[in-house]
T-cell receptor, first 114, second 117 residues
Framework: AQTVTQSQPEMSVQEAETVTLSCTYD???????LFWYKQPPSRQMILVIR??????QNATENRFSVNFQKAAKSFSLKISDSQLGDAAMYFC???????????FGKGTLLTVNP | GAGVSQSPRYKVAKRGQDVALRCDPI?????LFWYQQALGQGPEFLTY????????KSGLPSDRFFAERPEGSVSTLKIQRTQQEDSAVYLC???????????????FGPGTRLTVT
């Protein structure tokens, strides 16, 4: 079974600085997708960024980028120029199309200090 | 609709009561998922529908949990004889895609927070 591990329960960053959230996963599959979701307090989960495993190029979305290391099964999220609105719980998730469900890590709570 | 909606947003039930949680997916979305999110944890898969067919219910924790989507749109998650360990946020998500090709995104609702006392 696939597992997703987020080893940092909490992280903090100063406004305008850069922070990296870590994620590792375990799978025997070669074709899959990885996601980072953001869940603000009492608000719904939204997709931040996705990465297809067959793509070697790391995904980027504005201030968000990933460092995808397939051999190491590592998928970290870098947030540049952190903003107060980035404060949230961040979840790393794995998806293997054949069984449809998302498998989530336990999350990292990000605090942004003004 | 504009997004996935869920009702009620909050539910308090006494132990032993039955509850029903509703999910309205995005119009036209074929796939619908239910997840359970315990306090301080990531969401865990409960069940999956493709249209009205329940294709995977492997995540339902016990036979007290039952889900349906009779007309392939609105879904209801029912929990019978609620227990304290059922206290969690129940998330619904929908997706346009049915297969594994192409990129994939599940759109989540705001969740229903269930507290069993």
């Amino acid at each position: 079974a696939q597992t997703v591990t987020q080893s940092q329960p909490e992280m903090s960053v100063q406004e305008a600085e850069t922070v990296t959230l870590s994620c590792t996963y375990d799978t025997s599959e070669s074709d899959y997708y990885l996601f980072w979701y953001k869940q603000p307090p009492s608000r719904q989960m939204i997709l931040v960024i996705r990465q297809e495993a067959y793509k070697q190029q790391n995904a980027t979305e504005n201030r968000f980028s990933v460092n995808f290391q397939k051999a190491a099964k590592s998928f970290s999220l870098k947030i540049s120029d952190s903003q107060l609105g980035d404060a949230a719980m961040y979840f790393c998730a794995y998806w293997r199309g054949s069984n449809y469900k998302l498998t989530f890590g336990k999350g990292t709570l990000l605090t942004v200090n003004p | 609709g504009a997004g996935v909606s869920q009702s009620p947003r909050y539910k308090v039930a006494k132990r032993g009561q039955d509850v029903a949680l509703r999910c309205d997916p995005i119009s036209g979305h074929v796939s619908l998922f239910w997840y359970q999110q315990a306090l301080g944890q990531g969401p865990e898969f409960l069940t999956y529908f493709q249209n009205e067919a329940q294709l995977d219910k492997s995540g339902l924790p016990s036979d007290r949990f039952f889900a349906e989507r009779p007309e392939g749109s609105v879904s209801t998650l029912k929990i019978q004889r609620t227990q304290q360990e059922d206290s969690a946020v129940y998330l619904c998500a929908s997706s346009r895609l049915t297969g594994s090709s192409g990129h994939y995104e599940q759109y989540f609702g705001p969740g229903t927070r269930l507290t069993v006392t």
